[in-house]
């Protein structure tokens, strides 16, 4: 995979997970209790998948980790 290509599907995923973390906050509030506890966890499995793609990417890649989510003093 070419790093550039690599950026832009980091980017994407970037994104989407800002989308689903958006979608979180409107079931909270506008779903019962039990509706959102029904449908929060795949909600974070989608999360948790996404990452998995962005580790993979950043092992590949390490200087395209974006400069937020750096570890503190690199």
């Known amino acids: 995979m070419d790093k550039d290509v690599a950026i832009r599907i980091d980017g994407m995923l970037i994104g989407v997970r800002g ?18 506890d029904a449908l929060i966890g795949y909600i974070g499995a989608s999360m948790a ?22 570890p503190a003093g690199k």
């Open 49 to 70: 998948e996404l990452i998995d793609i962005s580790t993979s990417l950043h092992k590949q890649f390490p200087d395209i980790i974006p400069i937020e989510l750096r």
């Open 19 to 36: 989308n689903l973390d958006g979608i979180a906050h409107y079931m909270k509030n506008n779903l019962s209790s039990q509706e959102y």
